[in-house]
């Protein structure tokens, strides 16, 4: 198992340049770490971890005879989800030149498209000289996907298969490339990874190659007062009535945005590295150290996260990143808010843990512990945090 845990204390980023299209290219910060293991004395804040991360009373029916897993390929029906995704070019540009400036991988192979959506990828590896390509997609897009493939006349090429893809059969035994774009916010949030590399399992042969094969996530933070008091000490005062109870729930779900690179005030650190060609389903649940270092004199208002992908089975490794120094994605960051404001001076280490795992109601969502502690000259705080994407 080549998925690991990591926290940086004295090595420096090295620069990897992707590039994901021919006149742009985007700088990628990695950071090559070594694990420590971190003792922190913490306060437990805002709930019971047996009651914050799940939610007892939530249902996987949503309503009628639906669950929620229905709701999430509903979902992607609705042609808005991928005209977004389509038009985020870092993503959908650096696919296409993963396929189309390493044709060699592609020609003359059975591919396997997981999650094809309108089946876009499936179109770029047509186009290289797959010798088939099998699309999988569960939502009702599959039958537009369908007609999109018969109007571009690859309809002789691509098979497009409707149904979930733990329930399907391919009328082949194995493929030799997985392809797909299964990554969510926070990297891991809808859980679409264990249908990945259930398809790895059950299909591919050996030395065979997912696209694509790495990807990390990252963790830094930042001043961000104004937005923080916008979004959740609103709920304080609200027309002059307490509405704080609201305050707690906006404090546990993790806010999808756009940060500034301005705001952020400390490194950024390597939390985990997943090798999607090796890894098993548990190693999505982890729990990786940190250590974020003030490179300047500020406050602390929020952790934010953010991911990577790699494709190194490429002549040229390519790829993306998602973080607040790179071109923006539809992915954008997620901003996790404090408890407390962290008063922070040049060269001061916030210390702590992430610990990432699926909701055990509802395995699309994920749950998040924070543990972070600082004994810095204006400030000293312990405490633990609970999130859940939602």
């Not at 799940?54 to 992607?76: E, L, N, P, Q, R």
């Not at 001043?223 to 609201?246: L, P, R, T």
């Not at 843990?353 to 204006?378: C, E, F, Q, W």
Request: with cysteine.
């Amino acid at each position: 198992m080549d998925s690991t845990s990591t926290s940086n204390h004295d090595i420096k980023p090295s620069k990897i340049k992707f590039h994901y299209d021919d006149e742009e290219q985007v700088e990628q910060d990695e950071t090559v770490t070594e694990s420590s293991n971190i003792e922190i004395n913490e306060d437990t804040s805002m709930c019971d971890p047996t009651t914050a991360a799940v939610d007892d009373d939530d249902s996987m029916v949503v309503g009628g005879d639906k669950t929620s897993a229905d709701y999430y390929f509903d979902s992607y029906s609705h042609f808005g989800i991928h005209e977004e995704m389509l038009k985020d070019v870092v993503r959908t540009k650096t696919y296409q030149n993963v396929i189309y400036k390493n044709s060699f991988l592609f020609k003359d192979k059975v591919v396997l498209d997981v999650g094809a959506g309108t089946g876009i990828l499936s179109l770029f590896c047509a186009k290289v000289g797959a010798k088939h390509v099998y699309a999988i997609e569960c939502s009702s897009m599959a039958d537009m996907a369908q007609e999109i493939v018969k109007r571009n006349g690859f309809s002789d090429v691509i098979t497009i298969i409707k149904g979930k893809v733990e329930e399907i059969d391919l009328p082949i035994p194995q493929v030799d490339i997985i392809i797909s774009e299964w990554m969510g916010y926070f990297l891991l949030y809808e859980n679409m990874l264990d249908t990945v590399l259930y398809a790895r399992d059950k299909w591919l042969v050996k030395d065979g190659l997912v696209l694509p094969d790495k990807a990390s996530l990252c963790l830094t933070a930042i001043e961000d007062a104004d937005y923080k008091e916008d979004k959740i000490e609103f709920w304080n005062s609200v027309y002059g009535f307490d509405m704080s109870c609201i305050r707690k729930q906006a404090m546990m779900e993790p806010l999808v945005d756009t940060v500034d690179q301005n705001q952020i005030v400390t490194n950024c650190q390597l939390l985990k590295t997943m090798d999607i060609s090796k890894m098993t389903s548990g190693d999505a649940s982890f729990t990786a150290p940190f250590k974020l270092v003030a490179e300047r004199d500020d406050y602390i208002h929020a952790f934010v996260a953010y991911f990577d992908v790699s494709f190194t089975r490429c002549h040229k490794l390519m790829g993306f990143s998602t973080g607040p120094k790179s071109r923006g994605t539809h992915w954008k960051q997620t901003v996790l808010y404090l408890e407390d404001v962290i008063s922070v001076c040049q060269g001061e280490a916030v210390v702590g843990s992430m610990t990432v795992a699926p909701n055990r109601k509802n395995p699309r969502d994920v749950d998040i512990m924070l543990k972070y502690s600082l004994n810095g000259r204006h400030c000293h705080v312990s405490r633990t945090q609970y999130y859940r994407m939602r």
